[in-house]
């Protein structure tokens, strides 16, 4: 579907502190309906290439062309984590302090003194072993040592990505040698529409009308919302009135059923692109991308605010502070093992001429 072909393209770099090449590999999926390329550096999925209703390939999440821009330290230091994996605990903890066992373990702040995707050695700037299976399947595997950010257990972290038909169904296992708490996303921002700059023109629909309360700082206040007019996303509604009053940046809440669920719709009536989301997560952050600044994006494109819309299926946010929370402990002898599924679609577009 695209100029790659099957190649597999390499390069190689050498990360800071690190005297050993590291090597950047991009891996190809690709059936009939959709090409995904993945790089084994913090597990990006770098382009997905879908169909719109005239047949025609248009890759829908924002990245880079050149794999190796996902390395530049000024990309980096902004934390915008374009298609990373993040983990090992996903989304913010409070003050990047938890408590295990009696124990005290300080995380790194980076976000407003709290620690967000796991600071600067989270999953989504690591190096995995990649084996692809076949056109259809590759693994990655990390293995996160004890102390790691902060973080107490050597945990053994395997994904995988499927492409079965029009859907890519990625998984995510781990086991650990010591308690530890495990949240694992990804983070690719969707735009149904790239010749657009913004998402504005695209219509978003949720499947849950409860949202985690957070204070200025989006640390969970432990309360539970149900969402004003605002947050309600329950039939398709274009995200321009939303933008237009800053975003969203929410998780909304799903049963915690340990069974895949119909999570969120996103839709482009100019390209007639569906995107399904669905998980066994019991937590959806909503993003809307209020703060992207990235320059040199794929044909260089500045991705500036709204641009994307992140979608990341995963825990609530700081549950080792809240009880009430679905938990996230992973002990030794247990087994994570979570699934999400992205289904692309189409459908007639608009014939009318429209301002997005
Ligand atoms: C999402 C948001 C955050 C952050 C990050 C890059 O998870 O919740 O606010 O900016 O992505």
Known sequence: MSIHN???????????????????????????????????????????????????????????????????????????????????????????????????????????????????????????????????????????????????????????YILVNNTLKITYDATTDRDTFVNITHHPYFNLNPEQETIAGLELQLYSNRLLETNPELIPTGNILTADTDHTFHFPKRLSGIIEKSGLDDCYLFPDLGSIQLMAELSSPQTGILLTILSDYPGLQVYTGKFLQVENGKQGKHYGPFSGIALEAQMFPDSPHHPSFPSTLLRPGEKYHHTTIYSLNCFSKEETDDIW
């Open 6 to 160: 099957n190649k597999k393209l390499f390069s190689l770099i050498l990360p800071q502190q690190n005297k050993t090449a590291m090597q950047i590999r991009e891996y190809i999926l690709k059936n009939e309906s959709l090409e995904v390329h993945i790089c084994n550096y913090g597990g990006i999925i770098k382009n997905i290439y879908t169909r719109d209703c005239d047949w025609k390939p248009v890759d829908i999440v924002l990245g880079f062309d050149d794999p190796e821009q996902y390395r530049s330290p000024g990309y980096l230091n902004a934390y915008p984590c374009l298609g990373a994996t993040i983990g090992r605990y996903a989304n913010r903890i409070h003050r990047g302090e938890i408590a295990l066992n009696g124990q005290n373990f300080s995380l790194e702040k980076n976000d407003h003194g709290n620690c967000l995707h796991s600071g600067s050695t989270g999953f989504d700037r690591q190096y995995w072993e990649g084996e692809q299976i076949d056109d259809h399947h590759l693994i990655l595997r990390y293995t996160s040592n004890d102390g790691e950010g902060g973080f107490p257990g050597k945990l053994e972290v395997t994904v995988q």
